[in-house]
């Protein structure tokens, strides 16, 4: 389609082409992103880092009188799971005004209220007064892995604003908690249930994952935030019946409040489960915070509450984001402004209303020229 995004057969489109992650493969959803730009007369590139793993960048041109503004969104999504869908996941049915699917709301929907919004500044006549940098990344889900890849090869450069599409409801969520990944590991002594029994790493990793539950984990109070969390995701260990483990792991993930060092947190649970747990850290993901009066929270909670009717709220979140990579360390201005509803993520039966998907594309539209402007202004 040349010139103006169909929003919702473009949704039900995107999320028939499956990216669940773990596996992990983009290459379908990328190429028909990609090629959806390219009609709409936005340069764009489908980048393949690995086999499968793809990330869209496209830029809008302005007229170079202000740093761009970037919108992200992940083209990757959780796997379905194991609990039963009233809908199949990746039909696309839309029904009450809600379109439903794996990825609606996290976060297919604002992938295309971004392309709608893009769309829409490729036609103005009169330029933007700077670029606007379109990243659609892989792997968000899981490790950030498209964020990372776009750090690399230098495309934060000359941004100075980060509008990120996960689901906020269309509120502007300012502040999300660092994520903490730790691997607790337990040895013993490999034994046989008709001989000598050895040690059993299992009952030593389930002694020490009890001394978790009054585990205080380092904290700084946040008003939208909150207490920091801890959860055991994955357990591996065994590898018969009748057979002693000598070896048994668990996966943990903490979720901190900013200002929180990952290392406090780690020597938290090593004091908690003692020295016969190995506590190796698998990632940490820093907490990005916007304060509330900044200038471009300010605008995204007008522009929000303008388009909705009611006033947006400033919102914090326990999740993490591409923000966590792309902000990292950088003087960018940065909010979440996301169709999706917090608390659909990763939920059978996962949806979006489809009036909200066309609001976010208006908004975004709407941020991207009255923001760079501004900074114009300022310069």
């Not at 357990?235 to 406090?264: F, K, M, Q």
């Not at 990632?283 to 605008?299: M, N, R, T, Y």
Request: aromatic letters at 4%.
């Amino acid at each position: 389609m040349v010139g103006s995004v169909a929003i919702e057969p473009l949704l039900r489109e995107l999320i028939g082409l499956a990216s669940p992650d773990p596996p992990g493969n983009e290459r379908a959803i990328a190429s028909r992103v990609h090629e959806v730009l390219t009609q709409l007369g936005i340069a764009a590139e489908c980048d393949e880092f690995a086999p499968g793993r793809c990330n869209v960048i496209g830029r809008i041109k302005g007229r170079g009188r202000a740093p761009a503004l970037a919108l992200s969104a992940h083209l990757d999504t959780v796997p379905v799971g194991t609990a039963a869908w009233s809908k199949p996941p990746f039909a696309g049915i839309v029904e009450g005004g809600r379109l439903y699917g794996r990825g609606t709301a996290d976060m297919k929907s604002a992938v295309v209220a971004m392309i709608a919004a893009a769309g829409q500044l490729q036609r103005r006549q009169t330029p933007l007064a700077g670029d606007v940098v379109l990243l659609f990344t892989a792997g968000e889900s899981s490790n950030l892995l498209g964020a990372r890849r776009v750090v690399e090869r230098g495309r934060m450069a000359g941004i100075g604003a980060l509008l990120v599409g996960e689901p906020s409801s269309l509120d502007v969520v300012v502040v999300e908690m660092a994520a903490l990944w730790l691997r607790l590991t337990a040895k013993g002594r490999i034994g046989h249930v008709s001989g000598d029994p050895g040690v059993n790493a299992i009952d030593g990793l389930r002694r020490g994952l009890n001394r978790l539950e009054d585990l205080a984990l380092p904290s700084r109070p946040h008003p939208l935030l909150g207490p920091p969390r801890l959860t055991v995701g994955r357990i591996e260990g065994g590898s018969a019946v009748n057979v002693t483990p000598d070896a048994c792991s668990a996966d943990v993930d903490l979720r901190l409040h900013p200002g929180i060092e990952a290392e406090a947190a780690i020597a938290a649970v090593r004091a908690a489960v003692g020295p016969d747990l190995e506590v190796a850290r698998l990632d940490f993901k820093p907490a990005v915070e916007s304060p509330a009066a900044a200038p471009f929270v300010q605008l995204c909670r007008e522009v929000c509450t303008a388009h909705m009717g009611a006033p947006a709220a400033l919102r914090g979140v326990p999740y993490f984001s591409d923000a966590a990579v792309l902000a990292a360390g950088r003087e960018v201005a940065f909010a979440i402004v996301g169709p999706g509803e917090i608390g659909q993520s990763g939920q059978p039966d996962e949806s979006v209303e489809l009036a909200k998907v066309e609001r976010a594309a208006a908004i975004y539209a709407e941020i991207a020229a009255r923001w760079l402007e501004a900074q114009a202004a300022n310069a």
